[in-house]
């Protein structure tokens, strides 16, 4: 690709997801630009807007050579009735909903203004949805003057060293001496890991994921959504199933992903009847211990609610960094999203409820919910 600074910005286009006629000039920008993700590819764009069949919005920044030098995925969503769910739970046209970050990627400050401008006019057109904008970037809004920014949430991110012969130091030496402690715990059971390609691993596999959401009272996604990222993301070596496992039965597994310089581990299922033997501390270790070798820089163990300090200590223990995600809004919403969707707010009743569901019926409840969130 040319260096985009050297030419004149032409124009801005917004393709429709059934037009395939830019996908691979858009996916070799993302794998060039320095906040590109694996959300941002096509492929991942697919699988999304698959579980609800919105539409998806993809703005294109174009040089007078027609090369990309900006792109802007954005999905629509349905929303919930009676406005359940507050902002999150509204309808949104969202980059990208449903998932951790997204936004803008721009070759130059003018070029995002371009991209701002054109996602504010695609709004325009739908008002009765908010635009939303997931970022680790904290300047967005000096864009664009419309934005109004929130910070959402916290990321943990753990650095790897870049010598694999290096011994992998997680936090300080307690922190350290405990996941050793659990470690040797997990292989003195007899547990063991592997990567898998297996789909009838992924079906059990996603049983005890199912079990893991319902326990933490939150909805699951779908058995199709794992399926699709499946057929499109392993064979380009952007998808593992890492698996733990004792005599041959899955104690626990995780979903990871895998994109420049890092792993991100993105969903996990666990057996509760064995967490004794400490099968999510091996399936990190492994999962971290083979990064490294192959020379990948950080391992993203993912995004935290607020209040939920036990999730955000076991992060935290591996030594990860805190990383600030934000959320961008137009318009500016007379309700922040702290009274929203999110770990821990259920009542007691609904928890209740939710407890005595079969995990068949959890499942469509979590297959409606995605296709509306």
């Not at 970022?135 to 000096?142: G, H, P």
């Not at 995600?325 to 999203?337: A, G, S, V």
Request: a positive charge; charged letters at 25%.
């Amino acid at each position: 690709m040319n260096n985009p600074l050297n030419n004149k910005i032409n124009k801005t286009i917004t393709y429709l997801s059934k037009d395939k006629s830019i996908d691979e000039q858009w996916d070799t920008f993302i794998k060039q630009h320095p906040e590109g993700t694996l959300f941002h590819l096509t492929d991942y764009l697919s699988c999304l807007q698959s579980e609800s069949n919105e539409e998806l919005y993809k703005i294109t920044c174009v040089d007078d050579s027609n090369n990309i030098v900006g792109i802007f995925p954005l999905l629509s969503t349905k929303g919930f009735p009676l406005g359940i769910g507050g902002l999150v739970g509204s309808s949104r046209l969202s980059s990208l909903p449903r998932t951790p970050t997204g936004g803008p990627l721009a070759a130059s400050s003018e070029i995002m203004m371009r991209l701002l401008e054109e996602s504010i006019k695609i709004q325009n057109q739908h008002p009765t949805k908010t635009l939303q904008i997931k970022s680790f970037l904290d300047n967005i809004e000096m864009h664009s003057k419309n934005l109004y920014k929130v910070h959402w949430r916290d990321s943990y991110i753990t650095s790897l060293p870049k010598d694999p012969n290096l011994e992998i130091k997680f936090g300080d030496s307690n922190n350290h001496s405990t996941i050793k402690r659990c470690i040797k715990k997990a292989i003195k059971n007899g547990l063991t890991t592997r990567y898998t390609e297996d789909k009838k691993d992924l079906k059990y596999w996603f049983g005890l994921y199912l079990d893991t959401m319902k326990h933490h009272v939150t909805p699951a996604r779908s058995l199709s959504y794992f399926e699709n990222l499946w057929e499109r993301l392993i064979p380009q070596g952007y998808m593992k199933l890492i698996v733990a496992e004792q005599n041959n039965k899955i104690l626990a597994g995780s979903v990871l992903f895998y994109f420049k310089d890092t792993v991100i581990y993105a969903f996990n299922g666990s057996d509760r009847n064995y967490f004794e033997f400490r099968p999510n501390d091996l399936l990190h270790w492994t999962a971290i211990e083979d990064a490294v070798k192959q020379n990948y820089h950080y391992y993203d163990l993912g995004e935290v609610s607020k209040n939920n300090d036990g999730l955000a200590k076991y992060k935290k223990k591996w030594g990860a960094d805190i990383v600030p995600i934000y959320h961008y809004y137009f318009p500016q919403p007379d309700k922040l999203e702290f009274d929203s969707i999110d770990e821990g707010e259920a009542s007691k009743m609904k928890k209740k409820i939710w407890n005595v569901l079969p995990l068949s019926v959890t499942a469509q409840i979590g297959k409606w919910v995605y296709s509306r969130l």
